[in-house]
């Protein structure tokens, strides 16, 4: 479902340096620049050109972005315009765009559910969390490095072999030599240390990758085990990137 990658963030930033870049060389290349105070210098003038350029710009009343009206859209339309967006994709995809109960709640409240529905939501969520069959919840750390790294999986761009990854850089700083990361999600260094490397504390944090919203309800994070997107080996290993004390995280 979430499909921001720690690629595109990364195609964000290149971009906006990009951007940055050309207008600097505009600067370097010595263009002409039209003077600022053309319209001080002949205001009449210059009112009755912009007049001209724009003259429905000019009809229109001042709006303030405060000002602006909410407009409600109906959950129909809404619906409809995802529908038309993910027309041409295999029908394997368009499940992807039915929203479960936990989403609908979610859905209809904006993400800001009032208090009984949460607790509705949270108490459902937790009974879609598979906890190991073998008792062990940390796996190999290693592993779980590549696992958090990797934003590949769940794009129209990945060929039917690609193993999916948590892409946890793209919302959370993990390690701190990481220099790339996103900010959506409380920054993770040091985790299994703050937290005494308890097993409680790995409990908690296995449920809360395995399915995010049987801790918050509609959280933003993705719910990696219950939506079958990382396996519960792939789980197990980040929990490990997290946890374990030889892991870059806790250095
Ligand atoms: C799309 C953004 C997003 C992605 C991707 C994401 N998370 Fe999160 N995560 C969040 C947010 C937001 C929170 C804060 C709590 C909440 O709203 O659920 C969070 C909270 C957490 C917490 C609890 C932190 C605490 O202080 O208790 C852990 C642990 C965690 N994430 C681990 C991961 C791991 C591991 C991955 C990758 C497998 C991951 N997250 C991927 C957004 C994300």
């Given amino acids: ?49 912009a ?14 972005a405060h000002a602006a009206p909410v407009h409600k859209v109906s959950p129909e339309l809404v619906d409809a315009y995802i529908k038309a967006t993910f027309g041409k994709a295999p029908p394997e995809w368009q499940e992807r765009i039915v929203p479960d109960e936990t989403m609908k709640d979610c859905n209809a409240y904006r993400g800001d559910v009032p208090v009984g529905v949460a607790d509705t939501i949270i108490e459902r969520e937790l009974k879609r969390v598979t906890f190991p069959a073998d008792g062990k919840f940390l796996g190999n750390w290693k592993e779980g490095a590549k696992i958090a790294n990797n934003g590949r999986g769940g794009q129209f761009s990945d060929d039917e072999k690609t193993v999916n990854g948590g892409n946890c850089y793209a919302c959370h700083q993990m390690e701190k030599a990481e220099v790339s990361f996103g900010t959506l999600g409380p920054s993770l260094t040091h985790f299994g240390k703050d937290r005494k490397y ?54």
């Fill in 198 to 251: 308890a097993d409680a504390e790995i409990k908690q944090a296995y449920i809360k990758i395995y399915n995010s919203q049987a801790v918050i309800a509609c959280s933003n994070m993705p719910r990696f085990g219950t939506n079958k997107f990382l396996t519960e080996q792939q789980i197990k290993d980040v929990l490990a990137f997290l946890f374990d004390p030889e892991s870059p995280v806790n250095k």
């Fill in 51 to 64: 007049a001209k350029a724009e003259p429905a710009k000019a009809a229109e009343p001042a709006k303030t």
């Fill in 1 to 49: 479902m979430i499909t921001k990658s720690k690629l595109s963030v990364l195609t964000l930033a290149l971009g906006g340096a990009l951007a940055c870049g050309s207008f600097v060389a505009s600067l370097a290349a010595d263009k002409p620049v039209p003077p600022k105070n053309a319209e001080a210098a002949n205001p009449e003038a210059a009112k009755a050109e």
